[in-house]
């Protein structure tokens, strides 16, 4: 501690105005000790701020010379370095929840923001070490980003609260010296109780999931069926009059840039068929919003989306359109919906289908959005769709927001089959026994019996597997089961090794995110900008 005292004398740190410590002397930092991160470097009233590591954790190091206590509100020992008769007073502060607090008040750019309808990219972090890669991957786009990204789902399976995932990502913006806006969504949310949860912890996107209240037997249902399910959704008859006259003529919609324009007619059965199915699910929503606007007061300060992807069949455009109607008569203005579009978008995979019926599925989908809204469509499962992401870019006209999570999983595992292939072997082998019991609820094709023997493939060689749409798949839906199994001691089986083996390759895990990121946004077509 003593070099770096008077390194920051020697070069007047303290008396440098503008926040960010200057390159020069941050690569000192660096080179006096390898150990911090030297983007973290930062100057606050008088006092410096740097983010150390130490081990597998981080340690928040505040240094003052003027006499005065440093660091006051953050949780940690005082001790003093003396240089030249001057004393140099500093602070030693764990990552801790209540310390990640404290940082978000002193230096507001490591808090999330709204986005609004700027072109918006979500990258999950499912064990709250990916966001640096993140940040590097976003650092030359022009794209709002979401560091903070997990459904309740996610988080149960993996152990994490959402305090948890909002302080890892505010700890990742701190290192890495990010001070551009970025989000926190709180991923499928379906209940009240995960609603107030996660805006607790900070998160300011919500994205809603009413899948349980949507009606996939409606399709099936006989005329007198469909005619009942239908009466029921009302206990005023009124209402359902004002229903069905809402679309008792055909919506024509015209883009606003290029006029082209498409009609969209319910016949009685049609609408009561999709009443039957989405109303709920409206309901739901708006329920959803409304607690939202209750806790917020202001709906500026938040970000809304919902999401009904998750259903057997695609989203039709009319369903969509009947969905947008019904949100916006109840005044909930979403920033981004997404619907199911053609084809599979199965997790961790490229896109399975036919783009041409894609293409012209998205593109009343995007009419629907820019008309109605304007607001996002929402690609969920979207990492890795590297044969459709032009299509989305370009149909879009950037108005979407691409959501992906478990891809930053396959790229630290990738990085662990690299650099310590038995720990690896170990993994697959486990996740092969999970594999049925975890695909339950994923819609996935994976055929086991086209994943090559672990056994018969060289060390430097096993990384390849994940190249492999079977392989991909099985380590990507086991990861739950992987990290979180306890042997009959209790004693985390996988976790602490995988952790410690991207530790020890820390900047290699941050590349293969990077490339694998930029890869994703490149693809989108997403604006480049001149940063460093």
């Known amino acids: 501690m003593r070099e770096l005292a008077e390194l920051l004398l020697k070069n007047e740190c303290f008396k440098m105005e503008d926040g960010q410590i200057k390159p020069?002397?941050?690569?000192?930092?660096?080179?006096?000790?390898?150990?911090i991160y030297e983007r973290s470097a930062r100057k606050n009233v008088g006092e410096i701020f740097l983010l150390k590591r130490v081990g597998r954790g981080r340690r928040l190091l505040v240094f003052s010379v003027d006499g005065g206590e440093p660091g006051k509100g953050f949780a940690g020992e005082i001790s003093q370095e003396n240089f030249e008769g001057k004393a140099v007073k500093f602070r030693v502060c764990e990552a801790t929840e209540e310390n990640a607090k404290r940082l978000r008040e002193v230096f507001p750019f490591t808090k999330p923001r709204p986005l609004g309808l700027k072109t918006s990219f979500g990258m999950g972090d499912r064990m709250g070490i990916a966001t640096p890669g993140h940040i590097?991957?976003?650092r030359g786009f022009n794209i709002f980003p979401i560091y903070a990204q997990q459904s309740i789902r996610e988080m149960e399976?993996?152990?994490?609260?959402?305090?948890?995932?909002m302080d890892d990502a505010c700890w990742a913006v701190f290192q890495e010296g990010w001070t551009r806006p970025f989000g926190a969504d709180a991923d499928h949310l379906k209940t009240e109780k995960d609603v107030r949860a996660t805006a607790a912890a900070g998160f300011t996107f919500f994205t809603i999931d009413p899948s349980d209240h949507l009606n996939f037997a409606a399709d099936s249902l006989s005329g007198s069926e469909l005619a009942a399910a239908f009466d029921a959704l009302f206990s005023d008859s009124e209402i359902k009059s004002f229903l069905i006259e809402r679309y008792s003529e055909p919506f024509m919609l015209r883009d606003p840039e290029s006029g082209a324009t498409e009609q969209f007619k319910y016949d009685s059965n049609e609408l009561r068929r999709i009443a039957v199915k989405f109303l709920p699910a409206v309901r739901h929503t708006v329920?959803?919003?409304?607690?939202?606007?209750?806790?917020?007061i202001d709906a500026d300060r938040f970000d809304f989306e919902m999401s009904v992807d998750e259903t057997p069949a695609p989203t039709t455009p009319k369903e969509h359109l009947f969905v947008a109607v019904e949100l916006k008569r109840a005044g909930v203005p979403v920033q981004s919906l997404a619907p199911r579009y053609p084809g599979e978008f199965q997790k961790g995979i490229d896109f399975i289908g036919d783009r041409d019926e894609f293409k012209q599925g998205l593109e009343s989908h995007a009419l629907i959005a820019r008309c109605m809204g304007p607001y996002k469509l929402s690609i969920h499962s979207g990492s890795d769709k590297f044969s459709i992401f032009p299509i989305v870019g370009k149909t879009t006209r950037g108005l979407y927001h691409e959501k992906t999570a478990g891809?930053?999983?396959?790229?630290?595992i990738r990085v662990v089959a690299r650099r310590n292939p038995s720990l690896y072997r170990e993994i697959h082998g486990f996740a092969l026994e999970r594999f049925e019991t975890d695909r339950a609820s994923y819609h996935v094709t994976t055929k086991l019996d086209m994943i090559p023997n672990v056994n018969n493939i060289a060390d430097d060689h096993l990384e390849y597997l994940f190249d492999s749409i079977d392989a991909r798949q099985l380590i990507h839906?086991?990861?739950?089961?992987?990290?979180?199994?306890?042997n009959e001691a209790g004693s985390l089986v996988f976790y602490d090794r995988i952790m410690d083996t991207l530790d020890e390759h820390e900047e290699e895990h941050y590349s293969e995110l990077e490339a694998h990121?930029?890869?994703?946004?490149?693809?989108l077509g997403a604006g480049r900008l001149n940063v460093k």
Do not use: Q, W
């Not at 020069?24 to 150990?35: E, F, G, R």
């Not at 399976?157 to 995932?165: A, D, F, L």
């Not at 891809?407 to 630290?412: E, G, P, V």
């Not at 839906?477 to 306890?486: D, E, F, N, P």
């Open 136 to 138: 590097r991957a976003t």
């Open 517 to 523: 990121f930029r890869r994703h946004m490149e693809s």
């Open 407 to 412: 891809t930053s999983y396959l790229a630290a």
């Open 477 to 486: 839906i086991t990861y739950g089961s992987v990290l979180t199994y306890r």
């Open 287 to 296: 329920k959803m919003y409304r607690l939202l606007l209750e806790i917020f």
């Open 24 to 35: 020069d002397i941050a690569a000192a930092l660096k080179k006096i000790d390898s150990d």
């Open 157 to 165: 399976r993996t152990g994490r609260t959402p305090e948890n995932v």
